[in-house]
Structure formats: structure tokens, C-alpha cells
């Protein structure tokens, strides 16, 4: 079953907390995205990585870390969370030669207080 | 730098209606295109594309779109849409980096 997992699903956080969304897939797919849709913005490249250790900033990654150790798995990370960070944050992934063909988890709401 | 505008955030339609949904890009060749949709409280999910050949698109669930280069328009239609199909939709193109992108969406609500 073609699938890609986000946890947590809900998560508040406090203004200056750090915050780990994880993300995984299970049809090995070399390429993997974190995005993060705010209202009226559609959704925007925060990071892609096309593969193990081999991570390139998308469009707004000021802010944002990741860690990709494992192919299988792709981890979105807030230093200091800040306010406006307040979002829904989706990860998808690709095959390398069909990389706007993406599959999408089901998003993280983070609120930061 | 390639753009997509969606100019109509919310769209509603009677059910078993037509409908297209409006999509302009802005790009200096020629991308390729996406629709995508999300369904309440879901990810995103491929509803068709278009990288080349015949200019008119099917998707899944009768959905189809047609690239007019002339226009830069991706625009999808229905002929007929169910209650099913309320949900937010997305153009995308698709510039040959590797990243799409994303318009701001089109709320589609269906009236019974």
C-alpha cells in the first residue's frame, strides 16, 4: 500500500520550543518535500531532498532544518519555533524522474502560542 | 521564474452541472501541468497531468483538462459533478527543476 505518514498529526508549541514533525514513506521513493500551506498561499517548498544526506533549500527554508538519515524517512525541524511558523506543513515524496507526480501525507496543523 | 494564477478562490455548483475550474500560467517555455486536489482534511493528491502530445487531458472521476499555449491556460472541467467532488483545487506547473508550483487553490462547493 503506497503511503506517506506525518506525525504528529496536531501539535501546539510554545514560542521559542523546538518542534519535530517526521515524516515516512514506504515506496522508496528517492525524493521527498516538506511544504507548508497557509490560507490564500497554496502550498510553498520549505525543503526537498533527493536522498539520504543530499538536502537543497526550496523557497522559504529560513527558519527550517531537515535530516533525511534514511530514505524511507525525512524529518522537518524548528529551532525556536516563532509565531508565524503557525501553519499546516505537508510532506510528499517522488520518484526522481516523476518529480512533480508527488504523493502527499495527510499534514501536520502546528499552532505556536 | 515560472507563476500560477488561479483567479477564482471560491467556485460554487449545482449538482450535475458543468463546470471549469480557470488556471493561467506564467512560464518562458513550455511546462509541464498539474491539477491537484484535497479533500477535507487530506493531503494533496494527483487529479491529471500533461507533459506533452494531444493538448486535452482525462484525470480520475471524469475530470479533464486542456493546455491552450496560445492562452497559458490549464483550465478543468467536469461535465458533470457530483457532491463528491467538493474540494479545493490546485493548477500546478512544472518547470523542469524539479519543483512545481503550487497556485493558491479553488474552492469547489457543490449545491445539492
Known amino acids: 500500500d503506497m503511503k506517506v505518514t506525518q506525525m504528529p498529526r496536531y501539535l501546539i508549541k510554545r514560542m521559542g520550543e523546538n518542534v519535530l514533525l517526521e515524516c515516512g514513506q514506504d515506496?522508496?521513493?528517492?525524493?521527498m518535500y516538506w511544504y507548508r500551506q497557509d490560507p490564500g498561499l497554496g502550498l510553498q517548498l520549505i525543503y526537498i531532498?533527493?536522498?539520504?544526506?543530499?538536502?537543497s533549500e526550496g523557497d522559504i527554508p529560513k527558519g527550517y532544518r531537515v535530516s533525511r538519515k534514511k530514505r524511507e524517512h525525512f524529518s522537518l525541524i524548528l529551532d525556536s519555533a516563532k509565531t508565524n511558523q503557525t501553519s499546516v506543513y505537508f510532506c510528499?515524496?517522488?520518484?526522481?524522474?516523476?518529480?512533480?507526480?508527488?504523493?502527499f501525507g495527510p499534514g501536520t496543523r502546528l499552532t505556536v502560542l | 521564474a515560472q507563476s500560477v494564477t488561479q483567479p477564482d478562490a471560491r467556485v460554487t455548483v449545482s449538482e450535475g452541472a458543468s463546470l471549469q475550474l480557470r488556471c493561467k500560467y506564467s512560464?518562458?517555455?513550455?511546462?509541464?501541468l498539474f491539477w491537484y486536489v484535497q479533500y477535507p482534511r487530506q493531503g494533496l493528491q494527483l487529479l491529471l497531468k500533461?507533459?506533452?502530445?494531444?493538448?486535452v487531458v482525462q484525470g480520475v472521476n471524469g475530470f479533464e483538462a486542456e493546455f491552450i499555449k496560445s492562452n497559458s491556460s490549464f483550465h478543468l472541467r467536469k461535465a458533470s459533478v457530483h457532491w463528491s467532488d467538493s474540494a479545493v483545487y490546485f493548477c500546478?506547473?512544472?518547470?523542469?527543476?524539479?519543483?512545481?508550483?503550487f497556485g493558491a487553490g479553488t474552492k469547489l462547493t457543490i449545491k445539492p
Open positions: 500533461y507533459y506533452s502530445g494531444d493538448p
Open positions: 510528499a515524496s517522488s520518484i526522481r524522474d516523476r518529480a512533480y507526480e508527488q504523493y
Open positions: 512560464y518562458s517555455g513550455t511546462p509541464y
Open positions: 515506496m522508496s521513493h528517492e525524493t
Open positions: 500546478a506547473p512544472g518547470g523542469g527543476n524539479e519543483k512545481i508550483t
Open positions: 531532498s533527493y536522498d539520504v544526506d543530499s538536502n
